[in-house]
């Protein structure tokens, strides 16, 4: 199984990335793909703060898992490849990722550190009306909603997405996309709860310690 992230796939969060000490993100280039390694965190666990001389940050965003092993997918066929859909943290080493941009090198570091993606309960995309009705999900820490969007907000949707990637790299069951989070990303600090939701429904409690 392998954990893909795209970066910069909601325009509030690109026009974000500036405040963040970002490299400023052009809406209109492909999707920006990054590998999250092997960096599942276990199910029902907390998340530990690791000492990386950084201020970690969440981002939350919707998590898609492919359910058929495909290549080179055309997006018109790309909604027959995943059937589940959650919320998902991908956690980041922030100013490690700003050094890293600022340098032109890759941003590994700060993206794939034990237990940084994390994902919640997976929930049928037929049952929450998908494709008819957008997802609509929110981030939560400590009760206060600091992230909201849905998945019409999207600049490339889950089948942009699928498509695009599985030109490269063959998609296989089980495989997780990380799809992109919209604005209002921040640190976490131990002591900490956040809570992932898809409309009204909570699927992913972390307790950071």
Known sequence: MKILGVGFNY???????????????AVDSPPLFF???????????????PDMGSSIEYEAELVIQISRVGKCIAERFAHRYYERVTVGIDF???DIQRRAMAEGRPWLEA???????VVGEWLDKTALGYPERPISFSLRRDGEVVQEADSSEMIHSFDALIAYVSRSQTLRMGDL???GTPAGVGPIAIGQTLE?????RKVLHVPIK
């Open 92 to 94: 980041t080493a922030r």
């Open 196 to 200: 992932g939701f898809i409309g009204e």
């Open 35 to 49: 590998h999250k390694g092997d960096a599942l965190l276990k199910p029902r666990t907390p998340f530990f703060l």
């Open 177 to 179: 996309i990380f799809t």
């Open 111 to 117: 993206k794939v550190f034990d237990g940084s993606a």
């Open 11 to 25: 325009r509030p969060h690109v026009a974000e990335a500036s405040q963040l000490g970002l490299p400023e993100q």
